[in-house]
């Protein structure tokens, strides 16, 4: 833990993103947007930034106690706005299966995948699942990462999607690091279910409520697509959504055009992720409607599918973001800053849009952007010190190098030694 109040100095810069935060603009990002300051220090007071400048520190800051930052850089806290980190056991055999030439749908089809992870999570234990999960959280600390959505999805009853959803509670209650919850109970079907849709209206009439009265989600996802659900089986489940006031989030046209990035927009999502084959139709809906298209780059990878070219999104003016999508079949990366070099290669985007979408976009993607996502006065003291020279070689670092310091709150959270 840090004293109540400190400052951080002789900062080689700090990417600030105040331009996008001055005019909370979310799109047509450019270098010029981040917003760098040379020689720059920041200050802390409790949670909060109390002050960020360059040059001479500013008087009223001179007692605070110091933190010498020399030879390093400071961006916000990233976020990760889409996990799966409530889960227990093993799928490596079926990466190994897929080396055979095996799909990720063909695994599925054969009760692998979703299901598998279902079976092994309901077996363990409340506090085996909390300590999977807390280890999990220190990864993503040791990454940068200050804000995590983090996702139910492999419980599939009501009772164990209500288990996993009150342990992120009982989590968040005392974390430096903020925690989003998303209610997924739409993840896959339930094997003693008759159908997706009749899954889903159990889960709208029995579920939701629960969630909602217990105040254990910010919102609800599905995920659609051809074999898990369709946009017509969530139509219940995401109008109760709506209207107990639950945000929505969505997995969409990741194998085929499922019609998802339509539904994400027609529902006023906050985010659709995956995308691979979002209609132009749906693209131009989402950018209407101020969609965050949320980019899964670590999924491409692991399970060979294609990467979403982020082009076509840029050009409709949705705003970009990058997430690991961590889970333990199709993506078990857990590190943002990977991704963030592995997102802005394959998907496409510059230095400053692949800053821009592990810190200011996930912030509003979770709205959270008054709060976090850039490092101005007032925000949450979510800092990332990184031992590196440049902007530039945080992009290009593959999330090589450890940080030096992660301060979540104004809480160290981590430091390597
Ligand atoms: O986002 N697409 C659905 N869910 C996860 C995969 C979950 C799993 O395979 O366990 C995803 O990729
Ligand atoms: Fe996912």
Redesign the pocket.
Same mark, same amino acid.
């Given at each position: 833990m840090t004293s109540a109040s400190f400052i951080i100095t002789n900062l080689k810069e700090a990417v600030t993103l105040e331009p996008l935060a001055k005019e909370n603009r979310f799109t047509q990002i450019s270098n010029k947007d981040l917003g760098r300051q040379a020689n720059a220090w920041i200050a802390v007071t409790g949670q909060k930034i109390v002050g960020v400048g360059c040059g001479e520190v500013d008087s009223n800051f001179k007692t605070f106690a110091n933190i010498d930052g020399r030879g390093c850089i400071a961006l916000p806290g990233l976020i990760d706005a889409h996990t #799966?980190p409530v889960f227990a056991g093993i799928r490596s055999d079926e990466f190994c299966r897929r080396l055979d030439g095996a799909t990720?749908q063909e695994i599925a089809k054969q009760g692998g995948?979703?299901q598998s %992870?279902v079976k092994s999570t309901a077996e363990a234990t409340d506090d085996l699942l909390e300590s999977l999960i807390r280890a999990r959280m220190n990864t993503f600390a040791q990454h940068g990462v200050t804000t995590i959505e983090m996702k139910s999805?492999y419980g599939l009853t009501v009772a164990e999607e209500l288990r996993h959803l009150r342990l992120i509670k009982k989590i968040a209650q005392n974390s430096a690091q903020t925690i989003s919850a998303t209610c997924l109970a739409l #993840?896959a079907v339930p094997k003693d279910q008759p159908s997706a849709k009749k899954w889903a209206e159990v889960c709208a009439r029995e579920l939701l409520p629960i969630v909602r009265k217990e105040g254990l989600a910010d919102a609800v996802d599905a995920?659609i =697509?051809t074999g898990y659900f369709s946009v017509n089986d969530c139509a219940l489940y995401l109008e109760t959504a709506k209207q107990l006031g639950l945000n929505i989030r969505l #997995?969409v046209d =990741?194998f085929s055009d499922s019609q998802g990035a339509v539904c994400a927009a027609s529902y006023g999502a906050l985010s659709a992720d995956?995308l691979q084959f979002a209609s132009p139709e749906g693209i131009l809906a989402m950018a209407s409607k101020g969609v965050v298209a949320l980019l899964?780059p670590g999924?491409s990878l692991y399970t060979s599918i294609p990467y979403t070219d982020s082009t076509p999104f840029k050009k409709a003016g949705c705003a970009i973001g990058l997430a690991t999508?961590f889970?333990?079949? %199709?993506?078990p990366v857990d590190n943002l800053r990977l991704v963030l070099t592995m997102g802005a290669l394959h998907c496409k985007l510059t230095m400053a849009e692949a800053v821009a979408a592990v810190t200011w976009v996930p912030a509003r993607s979770l709205r959270l952007e008054g709060e976090k996502g850039a490092l101005t006065i007032g925000r949450d003291a979510d800092i990332l010190i990184m031992p590196l020279t440049s902007c530039e070689e945080f992009v290009a670092d593959l999330g090589r190098t450890r940080p030096a310091f992660v301060f979540a709150k104004g809480r160290k959270i981590f430091s390597p030694d």
């Open positions: #799966h990720y995948g979703i %992870s999805g #993840h995920f =697509e #997995h =990741e995956h899964l999924t999508d889970n333990p079949g %199709s993506c």
